[in-house]
């Protein structure tokens, strides 16, 4: 039993303080605002988080629109209310759908490259060398990697509902045959810009700090090695998937809980 304590201790001790140097990390990297100088690192992160995921983002939302208009018509046909397929998809879409989605895309895809990277940096002792020249590391690596997180993941999330409800709109439209005015207007007539589109970006917005916070920590923090590096990405991926779900509970509740 004392050893089962002290185990327990040791864990919750460990816990505790890669907390705090997960915090310390954040703090000190998120708080730095590029010179024009170095713009060009945040740029480029940009285009390696960001543009990049384009390619499965859109394709996922396209197919996901599609699944979620089909499935919408055949439920609602029975009551002879399909009309409001338009409805039923831009809500789901705009208000939990589009940013958990892409959330966790975007996890899989550019969080795991991010704690890779850096992993691969401290484990060739790139981070070290430089510090020795005088550059810091949370500034020249981290940060840049952090805003570019910030910047990707809310207009990723705004690609993902237009190119959903497209796709929403080429199986419910196109395909099935739902007249287009009674589509459009019922889409219009509801979604409203804060209650929907607004705290949907919003949620993407801390979404996006979650998942970048994690992944750049999981790469600083990662033991030098292939085994460590591994290890790292696989916990980028769960830590965030999980996070985000409960996040998503937490910030509906608050958003659209009438309590």
């Not at 060009?40 to 996901?64: D, E, K, P, T, W």
């Amino acid at each position: 039993m004392p050893d089962l304590l002290l185990r327990l201790g040791h864990r919750a001790l460990n816990r505790m303080a890669s907390l705090g140097r997960a915090s310390m990390l954040w703090v000190a990297s998120v708080f730095w605002l590029p010179k024009p100088a170095d713009l060009y690192l945040v740029v480029r992160q940009i285009h390696n988080v960001g543009v990049l995921s384009l390619i499965i983002v859109m394709l996922s939302a396209f197919s996901i629109g599609a699944v979620l208009a089909l499935q919408f018509y055949t439920q609602l046909a029975r009551f002879g209310a399909q009309d409001a397929v338009g409805v039923g998809l831009a809500v789901v879409l705009l208000r939990e759908l589009g940013p958990v989605i892409t959330a966790l895309l975007f996890a899989g895809r550019a969080g795991s490259a991010i704690t890779a990277e850096i992993g691969l940096m401290k484990s060739t002792e790139q981070l070290t060398s430089m510090e020795m020249m005088g550059v810091d590391p949370l500034r020249r690596v981290v940060a840049p990697r952090l805003w570019a997180g910030f910047i990707s993941l809310p207009l990723l999330t705004a690609i993902f509902n237009v190119v959903a409800i497209y796709g929403g709109v080429v199986v419910g439209i196109e395909w099935l045959g739902i007249e287009r005015g009674a589509f459009w207007s019922g889409m219009t007539d509801v979604v409203e810009i804060w209650e929907d589109i607004g705290k949907g970006m919003l949620k993407s917005v801390f979404f996006a700090v979650v998942v970048t916070w994690i992944a750049v920590y999981q790469g600083y923090d990662t033991y030098p090695s292939a085994e460590g590096i591994g290890l790292a990405t696989t916990r980028t991926v769960v830590y965030s998937s999980v996070m985000i779900l409960a996040l998503d509970f937490l910030l509906t509740l608050s958003m659209y809980g009438d309590f």
